[in-house]
C-alpha cells in the first residue's frame, strides 16, 4: 500500500503561482509513477501532469503545458507540481495519484489516490 497526502492549495489571484506537494508514505516508493489529476466542480476528474519513477519524461495536458512543472524528491518520497501563470479555469481539487510500473495519463491506471487539495484561482 502506498498513502499520498497533499498539500499546498489555497487562494490565488490569476497570474500567480503555487507549490502543491504529495508526500508518500507506506510501501517502498521505487518504481512507481505518479500523476497529478484535477477535478473542477460539475467536471469529470483530468489528468494534469505525470512522472516515471525515474523523474524522467514528464508528461502534461495541453492546457498547462509551459505553465507547469512535475517534479520528486524521492530521498525524501515528495512530489511536487509547481503552477506558474495560475488562471481561473485552474481552479479545482488536486489530486496526486500513484501506480507501479510505467507512467501513463490514464486516470484509470492508477491505484493510489491522495485525498485532494482545492485550488482556486481568482480573476
Known amino acids: 500500500q502506498v498513502q499520498l497526502v497533499e498539500s499546498g492549495g489555497g487562494l490565488v489571484q490569476a497570474g500567480g503561482s503555487l507549490r502543491l506537494s504529495c508526500a508518500a508514505s507506506g510501501r517502498t516508493f521505487g518504481r512507481v509513477a505518479m500523476g497529478w489529476f484535477r477535478q473542477a466542480p460539475g467536471k469529470e476528474r483530468e489528468f494534469v501532469a505525470a512522472?516515471?519513477?525515474?523523474?524522467?519524461?514528464?508528461y502534461y495536458a495541453n492546457s498547462v503545458k509551459g505553465r507547469f512543472t512535475i517534479s520528486r524528491d524521492n530521498a525524501n518520497n515528495t512530489r511536487y507540481l509547481q503552477m506558474n501563470s495560475l488562471k481561473p479555469e485552474d481552479t479545482a481539487v488536486y489530486y496526486c495519484?500513484?501506480?507501479?510500473?510505467?507512467?501513463?495519463?490514464?486516470?484509470?491506471?492508477?491505484?493510489?489516490w491522495g485525498q485532494g487539495t482545492q485550488v482556486t484561482v481568482s480573476s
Open positions: 512522472v516515471s519513477w525515474s523523474g524522467s519524461s514528464p
Open positions: 495519484a500513484a501506480k507501479w510500473g510505467g507512467v501513463t495519463t490514464a486516470l484509470g491506471d492508477y491505484d493510489y
